[in-house]
């Protein structure tokens, strides 16, 4: 574990975690208006807004990730939101997804060096955040076949999953899902729910909401399995983990107050605006970036 040192942010230390916990907030609300982690954005704003090094914003955010899951998960448990079975083998996959990620993000810092390594992390979540972008303004739409891509998937073994209604269930498939989902967590930091969310809809074929606690729920596993990677190679700070989630319990609760005066299309727009400008920020930098690069 780490404390703020190596950090190369303009704000000095009260400062810092006065911004470190304004950006809880801030993920907070979006985390209670839009029903999604926020983690997406937490890395890159660190990285770009407050100088934190990528390999420690990635392994901060997956402890973050940590504790807002746990509680979005005992909440959607408690409401019947999930689906056990499938909550079991995503996540096994995610955990070992996550391992492979965070290997993965040590080798390209090895492999292309500090600049381009920064160079390829912010690519990566530009083409995160557009995806991202799309995914919610497309808005979700139901799978019309009668049978879902995990069911027609012929590789067993099978399993049935009681809760969501379906029966001969690729494990396989599952498996693939959860592997993804926590290659992201492990690579990038993020939990992945506003992919994995839309995947468990049309490709396992959960309903909306058994899908964001389904989706809450591997999303905690994997995020502990990265976060464990990373703590390792000393790549977490609490400094930064406790103020992001100081500032995001009360985000939470503003965000999920004005959510309930706008209509479902509105938060998809906004929502989609959001990433945008993010994703906006992202590339002023890199574009910044390459144009001071000296060979």
């Not at 909306?208 to 999303?219: C, I, K, M, N, R």
Request: aromatic share 8%.
């Amino acid at each position: 574990m780490s404390g703020l040192e190596g950090i190369s942010c303009w704000l000095g230390g009260p400062a810092l975690l006065a911004a470190l916990v304004g950006l809880g907030f801030a993920v907070g609300i979006l985390t209670g208006l839009f029903g999604v982690g926020g983690a997406f954005s937490i890395v890159p704003l660190l990285n770009v807004a407050l100088g934190v090094p990528y390999p420690l914003a990635i392994g901060s955010s997956l402890c973050y990730t940590v504790g807002a899951s746990a509680s979005g998960l005992a909440r959607h448990i408690r409401l019947g939101n999930y689906e056990p079975r499938s909550i079991l083998a995503l996540a096994l996959a995610g955990m070992v997804g996550a391992v492979g990620g965070g290997a993965l993000n040590r080798f390209a810092q090895g492999a292309l060096g500090g600049r381009n390594y920064t160079l390829m992390m912010h690519g990566l979540f530009m083409a995160l955040l557009v995806v991202t972008a799309w995914l919610i303004a497309r808005g979700e739409r139901a799978n019309a076949s009668g049978r879902t891509l995990v069911q027609r998937l012929a590789l067993p073994p099978y399993i049935d999953l009681p809760r969501a209604g379906l029966r001969r269930v690729s494990v396989v498939g599952l498996g693939l899902v959860g592997a993804v989902a926590g290659v992201l967590a492990g690579m990038m930091g993020i939990g992945g729910g506003v992919l994995l969310i839309p995947a468990l809809v049309l490709v396992v074929g959960l309903g909306p909401h058994q899908a964001v606690g389904t989706s809450l729920g591997v999303v905690l596993f994997s995020a502990m399995a990265g976060g464990t990677k990373y703590a390792l190679d000393e790549h977490v700070s609490m400094w930064v983990v406790m103020p992001l989630l100081i500032g995001s319990v009360f985000g939470v609760q503003l965000g999920a107050w004005v959510c309930q005066a706008l209509r479902a299309r509105q938060l998809r727009r906004y929502f989609a605006l959001l990433v945008l400008a993010v994703a906006a920020v992202l590339a002023v930098d890199f574009a910044a970036k390459l144009l001071s690069w000296k060979p």
